[in-house]
T-cell receptor, first 116, second 110 residues
Framework: GAGVSQSPSNKVTEKGKDVELRCDPISGHTALYWYRQSLGQGLEFLIYFQGNSAPDKSGLPSDRFSAERTGGSVSTLTIQRTQQEDSAVYLC??????????????FGPGTRLTVL | KQEVTQIPAALSVPEGENLVLNCSFTDSAIYNLQWFRQDPGKGLTSLLL?????REQTSGRLNASLDKSSGRSTLYIAASQPGDSATYLCAVNTGNQFYFGTGTSLTVIP
């Protein structure tokens, strides 16, 4: 596609439920990143995928968070047993090559998650 | 750990003014620095990317500079317009991650 897309755009869920957030990166981009933006906060790095390498999960806040990237393209971020503090906008970005090569990140519109 | 600070947190200027947004970072070992704008309820739009070997980048009315040794970058916006109203974020790339500042909220008053 022309840009990074994310779905759903909005998700309201009850505390304790699991949610899945999807990201479709720009075609051909090898690197994919997930961030979280809480109200009034900066962007918080969650996880980074580069090609077929093992992902950098250093930013995941707890073991309730996990992410997969299938076939080097689409990625799914899963939050299990959601808590109210998980409410935030979840942003996905992709870049042509790895971050270390100094490539530009392109962001999707985000998924706004609200946990009641 | 890299820390990125943006000053001011908010800025309001009359239309037509030139303005400067500031970004500072604590670790000069970066690969590049990227400036974004974020409109309310939207994702981030890339404005300019400066590689660590570069001093500045220009795109239209925007000019971004980088002084890696002092840990500073500025985003200069010339002849501001109401459509420039948004939050401006800077992010530094350290190799595995981007570290973001908390942004400057800009309002351009018609």
């Amino acid at each position: 596609g022309a840009g990074v897309s994310q779905s759903p755009s909005n998700k309201v869920t009850e505390k304790g439920k699991d949610v899945e957030l999807r990201c479709d990166p720009i075609s051909g981009h090898t690197a994919l990143y997930w961030y979280r933006q809480s109200l009034g906060q900066g962007l918080e790095f969650l996880i980074y995928f580069q090609g077929n390498s093992a992902p950098d999960k250093s930013g995941l806040p707890s073991d309730r968070f996990s992410a997969e990237r299938t076939g080097g393209s689409v990625s799914t971020l899963t939050i299990q047993r959601t808590q109210q503090e998980d409410s935030a906008v979840y942003l996905c970005a992709s870049s042509l090559y790895s971050v270390g090569s100094g490539n530009e990140q392109f962001f999707g519109p985000g998924t706004r998650l609200t946990v009641l | 750990k890299q820390e990125v600070t943006q000053i001011p947190a908010a800025l309001s200027v009359p239309e037509g003014e030139n303005l400067v947004l500031n970004c500072s970072f604590t670790d000069s070992a970066i690969y590049n620095l990227q400036w974004f704008r974020q409109d309310p309820g939207k994702g981030l739009t890339s404005l300019l990317l400066i590689q660590s070997s570069q001093r500045e980048q220009t795109s239209g009315r925007l000019n971004a500079s980088l002084d890696k040794s002092s840990g500073r970058s500025t985003l200069y916006i010339a002849a501001s317009q109401p459509g420039d109203s948004a939050t401006y974020l800077c992010a530094v790339n350290t190799g595995n991650q981007f570290y973001f500042g908390t942004g400057t909220s800009l309002t351009v008053i018609p």
